[in-house]
């Protein structure tokens, strides 16, 4: 392995208070597992804030009737 990468491993799992081998163990098991679904509160929370609903008037100019032609 890339003596850099080596390195950036063992400072990482010093900072996380492990073992080097314990470290990438970690690493593997994070990667490796199912990925977390958001449930749909979670998706709707993380929503920015943008505005209120008024900054978001709908036109009303009789084109949405003609949307798909």
């Known amino acids: 392995m890339d003596e850099e990468l080596v390195q950036s491993l063992r400072e990482r799992a010093a900072a996380n208070g492990r073992s080097a081998e ?23 929370m993380s929503i920015p804030n943008v505005g209120t609903d008024a ?13 798909f032609g």
């Open 22 to 44: 314990a470290e990438h163990r970690e690493i593997l098991a994070k990667a490796l597992r199912a990925p977390q679904r958001k449930t749909f509160a979670q998706v709707l």
């Open 55 to 67: 900054d978001f008037a709908r036109v009303d100019d009789g084109e949405a009737a003609n949307v």
